[in-house]
């Protein structure tokens, strides 16, 4: 069974930092695209950044600079670390696993950049 597992959100103030993180099973997690995706609230689900296989990453324009995704093969896990957090970045962060044909999801973990 694969499962996908976020964690690592929270509420933070504007500037602050978080360090989600997308724990995977029942994936040969080494040869999947991990892809990290939000969603706020009435809007649709926009990609924020992926890692292929061999580590080469993409970012969207708006986490350019601020956003690094990372994977950790030897613990099946994604990281995506967040830094000078804006209101604007308040979604739920979807994980997505991807490879030929396949493609799995998390729950989403909740970020509130706010006051």
């Known amino acids: 069974q694969v499962q996908l597992v976020e964690s690592g959100g929270g509420l933070v103030q504007p500037g602050g930092s978080l360090r989600l993180s997308c724990a995977t099973s029942g994936i040969i997690f080494s040869r999947y695209l991990m892809g990290w995706y939000r969603q706020a609230p009435g809007k649709q689900r926009d990609l924020v950044a992926f890692?292929?296989?061999?580590?080469?990453?993409t970012y969207a324009n708006s986490a350019k600079g601020r956003f690094t995704i990372s994977r950790d093969n030897a613990k099946n896990t994604a990281y995506l670390q967040m830094n000078s957090l804006k209101p604007e970045d308040t979604a739920v962060y979807y994980c997505?696993?991807?490879?030929?044909?396949?493609?799995?999801w998390g729950q989403g973990t909740q970020v509130t950049v706010s006051s």
């Open positions: 890692i292929g296989s061999g580590g080469a990453t």
């Open positions: 997505s696993a991807t490879y030929s044909v396949r493609s799995y």
